[in-house]
C-alpha cells in the first residue's frame, strides 16, 4: 500500500517542481500519469481492506459507508485544493496560475500522506484472523 500512496506523491510533487510558465502539456504527463496510477490502485485496495474486515451480513453496509466517505473526501479535498489555489494564486496571470498550482498540488501530496497515516491507524488482518480483534456494524435499535 506504500508503494502506491508514494507512487501518488511522487507523482504529484514531481508535477509540481517542473511547473513553469512556458511548460507544455507533454512535459506534465508522466507525472500525472503516475498519480493516476497510484490512486487507481490504492482505492481497490482500499475498497478491498474495507469489506474484508467485516462479516458477511455487513459487506453492503460497509461498501456504502467507504462510498460515501470515499466521495466526501474527495469533495473536501477538492475544495481545499482549490482554496489553498485561489489564496496563492489565481488565472490573473502565467506567473500566479504557477504559484497557486504548487500549492494546490502540495496540498493534494499532504492529503495523500494523510490518508496514508489514517490507514496505518486501521487494525490489521490478521488481528481480526486470530480473533483478537473484532469489528462490527452497530444495528440501531428498534423502537
Given amino acids: 500500500m506504500w508503494a502506491l500512496v508514494r507512487g501518488n506523491i511522487a507523482g504529484w510533487g514531481s508535477a509540481e517542481t517542473i511547473a513553469e510558465t ?3 502539456y507533454s512535459s506534465v504527463l508522466a507525472p500525472f500519469l503516475l498519480a493516476g496510477v497510484g490512486i487507481s490502485l490504492a482505492i481497490p485496495a482500499a475498497q478491498n481492506s474495507v469489506v474484508g474486515t467485516v462479516d458477511d451480513r455487513d459487506v453492503g453496509k460497509a461498501a456504502g459507508a467507504n462510498s460515501m466517505m470515499r466521495a466526501l473526501g474527495g469533495v473536501f479535498g477538492i475544495a481545499l485544493a482549490v482554496a ?4 496563492s494564486g489565481g488565472y ?3 506567473g ?3 504559484a497557486g498550482f504548487g500549492g494546490a498540488i502540495w496540498v493534494a501530496a499532504g492529503i495523500a500522506v494523510a490518508g496514508a497515516a489514517c490507514a496505518l491507524a486501521l487494525p490489521s488482518r490478521r488481528l481480526l484472523a486470530a480473533g483478537t480483534l473484532s469489528i462490527g456494524i452497530v444495528e440501531p435499535e428498534e423502537a
Fill in 22 to 24: 512556458q511548460l507544455s
Fill in 84 to 87: 489553498v489555489f485561489a489564496g
Fill in 92 to 94: 490573473a496571470s502565467p
Fill in 96 to 98: 500566479r496560475f504557477i
